[in-house]
């Protein structure tokens, strides 16, 4: 049986790790320097049902990697790069799966570790980080997986336990389309619950009616284009996003958290790729959150 090592212990990498665990898998942490000394070694997970599951994991540190079986990263954008980076033992044949939020990574990934398994996971579980080792499922969704080169192709059979433990998961083999299916929602609600402070659900606030509406066009025109004739209709994404809306009401997005907390945001993962994407299609909205948001940043 693989062990699963989470890189990144928010909200979702949390979820997910206790996911596996309660279905007997083997989980452990692989933790940053910042962590030494500070781990918590039992993760309180409040499932869907409410129940609070104690999860004990072994964290590990980059000493450890040559142990790494099969590695999950879930860090944000801008520290996946970076925390590969400190795992120089990790073996050439551990297959590595990015969950990371937004897009633009996959080709400097590639050129960091040209040998080993490459792979993406899009995952739409809805997860909210209570204080640090207190995490809550809050909603069930599904699970993509591709591959990003030909080795990562070889991992298909991750599929089954990973099935097991979180219900839908699913192969791709266009993933980028999964991706830029959860970054075109991102996309929306991120940067407006962050540059507006508020949580997800005041989005269908009056006040916010015309902007949100704006934006939504803006993320759909740009995402549409890029998926040609895999696009789904406009209709179909609005009532996707509404869906995330309330699903996820009473959450505050990772960018409103990250920016309220004084922390870098994930910005130009996510407006940044509608940015970078746009040629030609107007998108003053995304453009203006974009610069107030890193203003704030700065
Ligand atoms: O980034 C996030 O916070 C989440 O992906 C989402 C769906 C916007 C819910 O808060």
Redesign the pocket.
Known sequence: MTEWTILGAGALGCVIAGQLHQKGERVGFMLSERHRGHFHPNLDLITLSGRHQLIQSQPRFPEHARKVECLMVFTKAYHVLGALKELQHLPKSTPIILFN?GMGLTEQVKELMPDNPLLVGVCSH?AMKEQDWLVRHTGKGETWLGALNEAGKEWTHLLKPLAASLGHCEWSDDIALHQRHKLA??AV??PLTAYNNIS?GQLVEPRFHDVLEQLTDEVYQVIARLNGSDAESKDAFRRRLQQ?IEE?AI?????QQDLANGRKTEIDYITGFILKHADGIPVPVSQQLYDEIKRREA
């Open positions: 939020n809805g929602v991102n609600i991120n997800n995330v996820t959450n505050y997005s990772s960018m």
